[in-house]
């Protein structure tokens, strides 16, 4: 994090990324003077509602980054940026995307929990776009030049007002990430009781073991013991109304939903408070480690692992069959994923995997047979990558 008194003193000159965070409710322009070097600026959590037409002077500018800002508009002077290719928007309050708003190298862009109703046909016109987070607005259709983004891999309209499901996306050939839940046309009308209501006063939490983006994973123990439950356990506690995936109860009907798989984290029960959404699940033992890391802004939508990380050829081909299963085992209760990769499994030194993060999943029995092998075959292009990553990372 930087500070404005740095910036304003000429101290950053030279720097490739900015981050600044200070309340502003203006552009300071002297970031500008950094014309020369900045590529990534992150203006997140501030007050700004407009971008000058100055920031075109920025050309070396690839990533901007504004999420919990006031804007209302996505601004047009971002369209003029001649090498911007990402741009993140998250949680701010933008009702309209004009026309020219888009940069035409725009690879990822990430618009998600804001207020929009319409997205302009100039997105379907993006061929390099890759990533595509939406999730969380009021969209009632998506534009049917759509069908043009070729190279789409990832894709988030969870938490919209899409009453059809848009054909357009489903023959994407490299759509391999794919959330949808939340919306009108696949609403899936179930409240699934396969494991016990308990209050969330029944138990402590304690040090927290993971968090991501719809909620937090603490270890816990029961004030008194009930059912036949394990003295600790974990505990998600889901966050917000909406995340960058989709709704918290779609995620936790869609857990309970899937439930008991060898590779899957078991549920164990659930609350369902008002403004209390958590589900408590099987301790994972310690020696399970995360797979793989997840994707960074240079490789977009592909999972990356720590520099020297090898696999033997056995734990490669145990790692893929048990994915494979947990793949069969998804579809055939009719669930998408929708984020399959290595940096959402769990691995140990016996090549046993565990396979978690159920957020961007999505149920998919409401649709035509001829929609749901198309959302098998979006996910099973997931799985493909999965495989060549456990082949990358193979030793020697």
């Known amino acids: 994090m930087h500070t404005l008194n740095q910036l304003k003193n000429g101290e950053l000159v030279g720097i490739t990324r900015l981050c600044l965070s200070e309340g502003l409710t203006e552009f300071p322009i002297e970031i500008l003077t950094l014309s020369d070097s ?119 309209i969870s938490a919209n007002d899409l009453s059809e499901c848009p054909e357009q996306l489903l023959n994407l050939p490299k759509l391999a990430w794919f959330a949808f839940a939340g919306n009108p046309f696949s609403h899936a009308d179930v409240h699934i009781e396969s494991v016990p209501h308990v209050k969330s006063s029944s138990y402590a939490l304690h040090q927290v073991l993971g968090q991501g983006a719809s909620g937090v994973i603490s270890k816990a123990t029961w004030h008194e013991q009930i059912y036949d439950f394990p003295a600790q356990v974990a505990v998600k506690v889901f966050k917000g109304q909406v995340t960058s995936d989709g709704y918290p109860k779609d995620e936790l009907q869609v857990c309970l939903k899937v439930g008991g798989h060898k590779n899957l984290v078991r549920p164990l029960a659930q609350v369902t408070e008002v403004d209390y959404l958590a589900l408590i699940m099987e301790l994972i033992p310690h020696d399970y480690r995360n797979l793989g890391l997840p994707p960074s802004l240079d490789s977009c939508t592909r999972d990356t692992f720590e520099e020297g990380f090898t696999l033997s050829s056995g734990q490669i081909d145990k790692i893929i069959n048990q994915m494979q299963q947990v793949f069969e085992h998804l579809h055939a209760n009719q669930v998408c994923h929708g984020d399959l990769y290595a940096h959402n499994t769990l691995l140990n030194d016996n090549a046993n995997i565990i396979f978690g993060d159920f957020g961007a999943a999505s149920m998919y029995h409401m649709l035509s047979v001829a929609q749901q092998t198309k959302i098998k075959k979006i996910e099973s292009r997931a799985l493909m990558h999965f495989i060549d990553d456990m082949h990358s990372l193979r030793e020697g």
Do not use: Y
């Open 38 to 156: 900045l590529e990534v600026l992150d203006l997140s959590g501030n007050a700004l509602r407009s971008l000058p037409i100055e920031l075109t002077q920025l050309t070396k500018l690839k990533i901007i980054f504004a999420s919990n800002n006031q804007f209302e508009i996505l601004p047009e002077v971002l369209g003029q940026c001649e090498n911007l290719e990402m741009v993140g928007f998250k949680a701010n309050k933008i009702k309209q995307v004009p026309e020219l708003a888009l940069p035409i190298k725009l690879r990822w862009l990430i618009l998600t929990d804001n207020q929009i109703e319409v997205l302009p046909n100039t997105l379907g016109e993006r061929p390099r776009l890759q990533k595509l987070a939406l999730a969380g607005n009021k969209l009632t259709s998506l534009p049917e030049n759509m069908h043009q983004l070729h190279n789409l891999e990832l894709l988030r």
